[in-house]
């Protein structure tokens, strides 16, 4: 399934026991995220979507947040590093329901909560054209097909608001990590907004190296250095180097415009 063999035997196990939680509920088991698009690492997380032929009973939930709350405290490293959402069929047959709100589990959280986290534009994509199949049918036999203007669209709004947003939970001044992922975050989704797709963070930057130009290759050089550096909130960015973003990123805004 995937090139760690402790993860395979988690997620092994985990589909087992959603079929005996779940049962004939349980209408497929999927990876997305970078288990999907490619370029998944050991720092990455993995990232799930189960799909359910009916919305969760309160019992069925339940014993969802108990498995949950159990996983993270087996040993291992992927026990830690799973994310993902319980998502009704229904749902995902429609972009009408996209951030419907699905039981979802954060990346080593032991509580669940409800969120519209994977139902937004580029998780369905993902799910859909490149979706890895544990259990159940093809995505694209039940997922709604994303448009590709629509995903370009999406980048367009997101973009301008991307570093304020991220301000409201780390501080791209005082968290190496941080910044690291602003500026891959800013590369993946201009590259959707160039093209229609989803792309991993590991090869969106080496095409910003590509269309950016060599003012931006330092930079773009460290973030790919150290993008496998774990979360460390004591682990300020290399000195410049936040000022070196938020210049990065007026240069992305200005590449929204159809007059660059």
Same mark, same amino acid.
């Given at each position: ?139 694209? =036999? #039940? ?6 203007? @629509?995903? %370009?669209?999406?980048?367009? +709004?997101?973009? !301008?608001?991307?570093? *304020? ?45 590509? =269309? #950016? ?6 930079? @773009?050089? %460290?973030?790919?250095?150290? +993008?496998?550096? !774990?979360?460390?909130? *004591? ?26």
């Amino acid at each position: 399934m995937t090139a760690f063999p402790e993860l395979d035997a988690l997620l092994g196990d985990l589909v087992t026991s959603l079929r005996g939680l779940l049962g004939n509920d349980l209408a497929g088991f999927y990876l997305v995220g970078s288990f999907a698009v490619g370029d998944a690492d050991c720092s990455s997380d993995c990232d799930f979507l189960a799909a359910l032929r009916r919305p969760l009973s309160p019992d069925q939930e339940a014993a969802l947040r108990e498995l949950h709350a159990e996983i993270p405290t087996r040993p291992g490293h992927w026990t830690r590093n799973l994310e993902g959402s319980y998502a009704p069929l229904d749902d995902l047959r429609t972009l009408e329901r996209l951030d419907q709100p699905w039981l979802y589990v954060d990346r080593g959280w032991r509580k669940m909560q409800w969120s519209g986290h994977c139902n937004r534009l580029e998780q369905r994509w993902t799910l859909r054209e490149c979706g890895v199949t544990l259990s159940g049918p093809q995505p694209a =036999t #039940f997922a709604a097909e994303v448009p590709e203007a @629509l995903l %370009q669209q999406a980048m367009a +709004r997101q973009l !301008p608001t991307l570093l *304020d947003d991220l301000a409201t939970w780390t501080d791209i001044d005082q968290v190496a990590w941080g910044q690291r992922y602003a500026v891959e975050s800013l590369c993946r989704m201009f590259r959707t907004f160039s093209d229609g797709r989803v792309h991993s963070k590991a090869s969106s930057l080496t095409w910003a190296m590509q =269309t #950016f130009g060599p003012r931006w290759t330092p930079l @773009l050089r %460290q973030v790919q250095a150290d +993008r496998t550096r !774990p979360w460390n909130p *004591d682990e300020p960015p290399p000195a410049g180097s936040a000022d070196l973003t938020r210049a990065f990123a007026r240069e992305v805004l200005a590449r929204l415009s159809p007059d660059f």
